[in-house]
């Protein structure tokens, strides 16, 4: 009886091991979307400035899709009870989580 509640108990640590290296994994990447959501509307604002407003629109569809992406992510993370992933991801706190 004693080594079957042990295993277990070694299982469920180790799962739980696991889920915590896949959140830190998505935390990454989640925090790597954002600097390319970023550069992204700033390569947008260069080309409506310039007056090339074909590319920016496209630009933008491009910005939607990833901002749609984006928010999948944090609440996929939220599900898996992260408090504020975007704020976890960066390292510091944001006031519009």
């Known amino acids: 009886m004693k080594k079957i509640a042990i295993i277990a108990f070694g299982a469920f640590i180790s799962i739980n091991a696991m889920a915590q290296t896949t959140v830190k994994k998505e935390l990454k990447e989640l925090k790597q979307d954002k600097k390319e ?3 992204e509307r700033n390569e947008r604002n260069t080309k409506l400035v310039h007056g090339k407003f074909k590319a920016a629109k496209q630009e933008q569809k491009e910005i939607r899709q990833e901002r749609k992406d984006l928010n999948a992510t944090k609440k ?11 704020s976890k991801a960066t390292g510091k706190p944001e006031i519009n989580n």
């Open 37 to 39: 959501l970023k550069q």
């Open 76 to 86: 996929d993370l939220k599900r898996k009870g992260v408090k504020k992933p975007v």
